[in-house]
Each structure stands twice: as structure tokens, then as C-alpha cells.
């Protein structure tokens, strides 16, 4: 057991690593949620009072948004000169590889986070009034999910020729009851509410999180094992 | 095998037909018209009989995906695939049939309620299942991918229902009765016997299109088997 947490630890520093140098990937995906902010405070007026109505949902759509970008990188970067077979083939649990995909990607998504949703609050004139120790609880649990579910499907929509395009149709519907839990969590906290509330939404969230890890982990294997 | 597999077709045919004109005639004729909804009622006996066989659906996708895992099979792949082509057709019959209910008696063609949004999700979800099965590559490969999609996406079904039940009754009040059986106060028994045989009907059609939809599939595979024989003996 020890040894999976430490080959997927070799793998997430790998791929940080990697990331590192380049940088192309996060650059990418911090530019394309400034983007989304911009295109957004079209659609909706940032001057008027809908702000709040929508800041809660815009730190998830650009979440995900983004997310799904490096998400499509993560395994088919994997493709150039057949590393996936490398992957395959080396003396490790394929599950390691699942841990350790996810790992690198929840950091790569955070550290996204860290700059764009600041910088939403920023652009729209948002005055944070929540408590931000739940705040960063609530998003940091929320992206866990996304990312669990997303490492996963990348890896399946990676065998198709069009996986770009299959990875966010398989994706959307399946983070559908993470998202309706991150985003109520998330405007309950903005507003200030009762915490009670949020806290059954995190419930929601964290049982989410855990049945898909479990899921994941185990059928991650059966993705490895085709092609 | 084969003879058999005949006589049940057979069978499934001939309690299929009469049993749709009997349908028809306890729905149309035989059943009252109930009191406050009128006419657009009647598209209740359907409605409920497509939902059900769209989550049955699903629930066998899900058992055939397990299945398939458990040992690659050919049969099982191909009744998955069947089942979920199905499941999306009478899922999109629902959701239509649902609509027009929703704005005959509550004047909205669509509302967030926990029924409904799970019934959408559920049909991008098999949508979804399907485009994996469009995938290219050898029949192996989509079979176990395709299966832990499937695997997946009946243990994302039920947290759906929770998420959005508490989404609803959080935020808005409950608007129409926790269902649409207990509206108005319960159900005629007359209307009762009407359900029950639409749903079984509907049932027998399922079997039906399911058994058909394999044996197509099969040939399908048997005649691209052929071809590529063919093409080889003329290449080689």
C-alpha cells in the first residue's frame, strides 16, 4: 500500500515537474478563465446588483472551465513517443498512476484557482464578507471531486480520437450533484448564512468524493488494461 | 437455441399487439376522465409506463456493464449497448410526454423539480454512454471502457436525485404534491388498472425491441466478420 502512495508521488512530481518547465498548460488555463470572467461580465452587468447572484456559480464555471484543459493535457501528453505504454508496462499498480495523475492535477487546478478567483472577485467588484477558512474548504473539496471524476474520464475519453470533445460530454452530466452541492455551499458561505446549511452540502460533497475515489481507483485498472 | 429464440419472438409479438390495442382502449375509452386535468390526463398512462422502462433500462445497462467486466463477453457488450439505445429513446419520449403534461396542468413546460432534473441528466448520461460505444477500435477495448462508464454512471444516477431533491426543497417550496400519483388525492382504481397495463405493455415492448435490437447487432457483427474475409481472400 506504501508503495502505491510512493509511485504516485513519483508520477505527480514527474508531471509537475514537467509542467514546471513549460508552464504552457497553466498559462493556458489562466488566460482562458480570465477570458471566461471577461466574456461573463458581458452577459451579466458587474455593475448592478446581479453580482451576487452569479459569483457563486462563476467560481465553479471557471473551475471547470479551465480544469477540463489541463485535464485533456494530462493523459494525452502521455501519447507523445507511446509514454502511456511505458506507463503501462512499468512494475507499478495502475492505480498509482490513477493517485498520482490526480495529485498533479488537483495542484495544477488550485494553483490555477489561487490567481482567477481572485481575480474574479476583483473584476466584478466583489466585497467578500464570508468566512474564509469555509470558503477555501468548500472550494478546495469541490475541485477534489471535479478532479477525481475528471483525472478519470480523461483517461477513458483519451483512447478516442476526438477525446477533446467526448472528455466534457462524459464530464458535465457526472459532476452534475457536485456542482448543484459546491455551488449552494458556496452562495451560502458569500451570503454569510448559517453554517449549518453549507455544512450538509459539504456532507453531500465529501460522500461524493469518496464513493468516486473508491470507484475510480478500483475500475482504473480495466481503462489501463484496453487498447 | 435457434428455434427457440424464435418462439419466444413469437410469443413477445403476439402478447405485444393485442395488448397495445387493449391499452388503448382502457386509457381512451374505459378509464374516467379525471376531474380537473380533463383530457391531457390520459397522457399520464404512457408517460409513467416510458419512465419506468427508461430507469429499468439503465439499471440493466448498469448490470450488463458489471458483467461484461467480470468476463468479456461478446452477448454481454452487445445487450448493454441495446439496453442504453432503449433507455435514451424512451427517456426522450418521457421527457416530451412530461412536457406536455407539465404545461397542460401546471402551466410550464419545464421546472426544475427533482423528477424531472434527473430524468435529464440521466439522458445525457446515456448519451454520453453511447458516444463512448462510438469509440474506434477493437470491440475488447470499448467493451470494458464502455462498461465502466456504465458503471459509473448508475452510481452517479441516485446522488443526482438526492442532490437536487435538497437543492429544491431548500431553496423553493415545494410546489405540486410529492407526486404526481398524489394529486388530487389518490388514484381511481379504474385509473389504477389502466396504469398498471400501459406499464405492462410497455414492459412487453421493451423485451421486444431488446430482443430484436440484439439479434441485429449480432448480425451486424456476423456480416462485418464476413467482409473483412472477403477482403482479405481478395487482397492475400
Request: proline residues 3%; contains cysteine; aromatic residues 14%.
Amino acid at each position: 500500500m506504501n508503495s502505491i502512495f510512493k509511485d504516485a508521488w513519483t508520477i505527480a512530481s514527474k508531471d509537475l515537474s514537467n509542467e514546471f518547465k513549460t508552464k504552457q498548460t497553466i498559462g493556458m488555463m489562466l488566460i482562458f478563465s480570465s477570458l471566461v470572467i471577461l466574456i461573463f461580465s458581458f452577459a451579466f452587468d458587474p455593475t448592478n446588483n446581479m453580482v451576487k447572484a452569479v459569483i457563486p456559480g462563476l467560481v465553479w464555471l471557471i473551475t471547470v472551465f479551465s480544469g477540463i484543459l489541463g485535464l485533456n493535457r494530462s493523459f494525452l501528453s502521455e501519447h507523445e513517443n507511446d509514454a502511456l505504454t511505458g506507463l503501462r508496462s512499468a512494475p507499478i499498480d495502475p492505480s498509482s498512476i490513477y493517485l498520482g495523475k490526480v495529485l498533479a492535477n488537483f495542484l495544477l487546478v488550485t494553483s490555477v484557482q489561487i490567481i482567477s478567483i481572485p481575480v474574479l472577485f476583483i473584476l466584478f467588484d466583489y466585497r467578500f464578507i464570508g468566512k474564509i477558512g469555509w470558503f477555501i474548504l468548500v472550494v478546495l473539496i469541490g475541485t477534489l471531486g471535479f478532479i477525481i471524476v475528471g483525472t478519470f474520464l480523461a483517461a477513458l475519453a483519451a483512447n478516442a480520437k476526438n477525446s477533446e470533445m467526448l472528455l466534457p460530454v462524459l464530464l458535465l452530466p457526472l459532476l452534475s450533484p457536485l456542482m448543484i452541492a459546491a455551488v449552494q455551499a458556496t452562495r451560502i458561505i458569500l451570503e454569510n448564512g448559517t453554517i449549518t446549511n453549507a455544512v450538509s452540502w459539504l456532507r453531500l460533497m465529501s460522500a461524493y468524493d469518496l464513493l468516486f475515489l473508491a470507484a475510480c481507483f478500483f475500475l482504473f485498472e480495466f481503462i489501463m488494461e484496453g487498447s | 437455441m435457434k428455434k427457440n429464440s424464435g418462439i419466444i419472438d413469437r410469443l413477445l409479438f403476439f402478447t405485444l399487439v393485442p395488448s397495445f390495442f387493449i391499452a388503448l382502449y382502457l386509457v381512451f375509452i374505459w378509464s374516467p376522465v379525471e376531474k380537473f386535468m380533463g383530457a391531457p390526463q390520459k397522457i399520464f398512462y404512457f408517460h409513467v409506463g416510458c419512465a419506468w422502462v427508461a430507469f429499468m433500462a439503465f439499471v440493466i445497462v448498469g448490470y450488463y456493464s458489471v458483467r461484461t467486466l467480470i468476463n468479456p463477453n461478446m452477448d454481454h457488450h452487445i445487450k448493454a449497448g441495446i439496453s442504453a439505445e432503449i433507455g435514451v429513446i424512451f427517456t426522450t419520449i418521457t421527457l416530451v410526454t412530461g412536457m406536455i403534461w407539465g404545461k397542460s396542468s401546471w402551466n410550464t413546460w419545464w421546472t426544475w423539480e427533482p423528477r424531472l432534473a434527473t430524468t435529464l441528466i440521466l439522458w445525457f448520461i446515456y448519451v454520453a454512454y453511447l458516444f463512448v460505444r462510438k469509440m474506434d477500435g477493437s470491440w475488447e477495448k470499448i467493451a470494458k471502457l464502455s462498461a465502466v462508464f456504465g458503471i459509473i454512471g448508475v452510481i452517479n444516477v441516485p446522488i443526482v436525485f438526492m442532490a437536487i431533491r435538497w437543492w429544491n426543497t431548500k431553496l423553493h417550496p415545494v410546489v405540486f404534491g410529492d407526486g404526481k400519483n398524489q394529486q388530487g388525492g389518490g388514484i381511481e382504481p379504474d385509473m389504477l388498472v389502466a396504469l398498471l397495463f400501459s406499464i405492462f405493455t410497455i414492459t412487453v415492448l421493451y423485451a421486444f425491441l431488446m430482443r430484436k435490437g440484439v439479434e441485429i447487432e449480432k448480425m451486424r457483427h456476423i456480416v462485418k466478420k464476413a467482409k473483412t474475409k472477403a477482403m482479405e481472400k481478395l487482397a492475400g
